[in-house]
């Protein structure tokens, strides 16, 4: 049975992420719930990975699960946070253009494909600016 027909992702990513938001190991998305299509069993090695591309700099985060017979949904938003190694975002007093890519994938063909733009800011600014 193709990916796409097992599961069905709803992602929606933040809009300006910062450096705080970074340091304290918050979410790159508000929302990333991958749901059970009218399937049974688990459904196993669904694949997330999500990469920040910032400047010249990228940031990759990797996650494999399986969504268990008894689920029908794993919101998984909080679980997608990318490490904070980067002189860049922390020095930087402008806002700088950034792009965030998310693939799903379900041990099988591509299910889920979105790049999106986002605001990367410095350290000056804090996760209330751009709420």
């Given at each position: ?123 000056e600014t804090s996760p209330q600016d751009h709420a």
């Amino acid at each position: 049975m193709a990916a796409a027909e097992r599961i069905r992702v709803d992602v929606k990513p933040l809009p300006a992420i910062n450096y705080s938001l970074l340091h304290n190991r918050r979410s790159l998305f508000k929302t990333l719930d991958i749901f059970r299509r009218d399937v049974t069993g688990a459904i196993e090695d669904i694949e997330v990975s999500a990469t920040l591309y910032v400047g010249e700099e990228s940031f990759p985060f990797q996650l494999t699960v399986t969504m268990k017979e008894s689920e029908n949904y794993l919101p998984i938003a909080e679980r997608v946070v990318v490490p904070l190694t980067s002189s860049v975002i922390r020095t930087q007093g402008e806002s700088i253009q950034s792009s965030l890519y998310l693939k799903v994938t379900c041990s099988e063909p591509l299910q889920e494909n979105h790049h999106g733009e986002a605001t990367t800011t410095g350290a000056e600014t804090s996760p209330q600016d751009h709420a």
